[in-house]
Nanobody
Framework: QLQASGGGLVQAGGSLRLSCAAS????????MGWFRQAPGKDREIVAT????????YYGDSVKDRFTISKDRAKGTLYLQMNSLKPEDTAVYYC?????????????????WGQGTLVTVSS
């Protein structure tokens, strides 16, 4: 129900834009989020957004570099990533929250995408 895309290999300082397409009305009235997981590390929050596109939250490590947005009409979630660093290398997952509010708690998410790999070279 969620299809993430846009990952790839980029040099440090570069940019990527991730997309997450939700089928049907999966995400129209729900909060959504981006998480990431690097090898050997726990899954961590990247950014969240409420059902109507307001209420954005960003993890400390990505503030001022990443921007989360949502197109309700298309049912698509985006993550614009600028000034990428090698430590941003991870598999990025999109997720649909159980309710209308985006949450930093992974347990509050009902649907998960398959993940898209982002690799940042130094």
């Amino acid at each position: 129900q969620l299809q993430a895309s846009g990952g790839g290999l980029v040099q440090a300082g570069g940019s990527l834009r991730l997309s997450c397409a939700a089928s049907g009305r999966t995400a129209s009235n729900n909060g959504m989020g981006w998480f990431r997981q690097a090898p050997g590390k726990d899954r961590e929050i990247v950014a969240t957004i409420n059902w109507n596109g307001d209420g954005r939250y960003y993890g400390d490590s990505v503030k001022d570099r990443f921007t989360i947005s949502k197109d309700r009409a298309k049912g698509t979630l985006y993550l614009q990533m600028n000034s990428l660093k090698p430590e941003d290398t991870a598999v990025y997952y999109c997720a649909v929250a159980r309710g209308a509010i985006g949450s930093t708690d992974v347990n509050m998410y009902r649907y998960w995408g398959q993940g898209t790999l982002v690799t940042v070279s130094s």
